[in-house]
């Protein structure tokens, strides 16, 4: 069967989902992305400050990705299932000032019944897109809204 074929992830995702690097709110060194689902988008704020700089005075790619790729994690989870970034691929566009405010949005641009494909963009609040990326969500099971966990923030 080709199902069986698909990696097995033991992810538990019912456990320190606060400590999360990109959206917890417990962890004191995280990004502390709050997400917002519309039914189609998802999108976040994210200002940068010094303690995410790369070269002087700009965000460091690292944290870039990490922030679009955390909105493609949210997207998938937001249409019902928990998920891991199968690969992801991200065009740097412009360089992110530190200081200044952003928005990062994503959306599905199609889905199987393993995969889920994402869309981000992440851009100024002048229009200006700083970066965008695309990924290949693994679903590795159902979201269960009983666990309370990664509840719309």
């Not at 320190?16 to 990004?31: A, S, V």
């Not at 952003?102 to 963009?121: D, F, G, K, M, P």
């Amino acid at each position: 069967r080709l199902m069986d074929l698909w990696p097995k992830v033991d992810a538990q995702t019912w456990k320190e989902y606060t400590k999360c690097f990109g959206c917890g709110q417990d962890n004191p060194m995280g990004l502390k992305l709050k997400f917002s689902w519309d039914g189609t988008t998802a999108r976040a704020e994210f200002t940068p400050d010094q303690h995410h700089q790369g070269w002087g005075g700009y965000v460091h790619g690292g944290i870039t990705c990490c922030v679009l790729d955390e909105a493609m994690g949210w997207t998938a989870l937001f249409s019902g299932y928990n998920n891991v970034t199968a690969k992801m691929q991200t065009r740097f566009r412009r360089m992110i000032p530190i200081g200044e405010s952003c928005e990062v949005t994503c959306r599905i641009v199609r889905q199987t019944s393993r995969l889920i494909e994402t869309q981000a963009q992440l851009t100024g609040k002048d229009g200006t897109i700083f970066a965008d990326a695309t990924s290949t969500q693994f679903i590795i099971g159902p979201r269960k809204q009983e666990q309370g966990k990664h509840e719309e923030q």
